[in-house]
């Protein structure tokens, strides 16, 4: 599997934007997915994971009640929806893929496939 984060760009602050992640190469069935940020000279940040079915998802503090991980098993797609963005959300967005993600729960969990990011940009 081989994946793809898109839609990132610049909204203002208080705006919204919605991140996908696709996959080529095979569906996304079974695979847990993550979302991780990572600004300019600081260290890659967790911001969300989910299951595969959508039955298990968490946050990351800074961003839970603000985004959403949704899925279209349709289209083949996992999305983070980012609602009343802050400046501090601004970062190479990337989404990562694993059969079993090791540290499941944590702020830390291990995923082996990455795509190339999506840069998002808040201004105030």
């Known amino acids: 599997v081989q994946l793809q984060a898109s839609g990132g760009g610049l909204v203002q602050a208080g705006g919204s934007l919605t991140l996908s992640c696709e996959p080529s190469?095979?569906?996304?069935?079974?695979?847990?997915l993550g979302w991780f940020r990572q600004a300019p000279g600081k260290e890659r940040e967790f911001v969300g994971a989910?299951?595969?079915?959508?039955?298990?998802?968490y946050y990351a503090e800074s961003v839970k009640d603000r985004f959403t991980i949704f899925r279209d098993n349709v289209k083949n797609k996992r999305y983070l929806q980012m609602n009343n963005v802050k400046p501090e959300d601004t970062a190479v967005y990337y989404c990562?893929?694993?059969?079993?993600?090791?540290?499941?729960?944590?702020?830390?969990?291990?995923?082996?496939?990455w795509g190339q990011g999506t840069q998002v940009t808040v201004s105030s």
């Open positions: 990562a893929a694993d059969l079993k993600a090791t540290d499941w729960g944590t702020m830390n969990p291990v995923f082996g496939i």
């Open positions: 989910t299951t595969w079915s959508g039955s298990l998802t």
């Open positions: 190469g095979r569906p996304f069935t079974n695979y847990s």
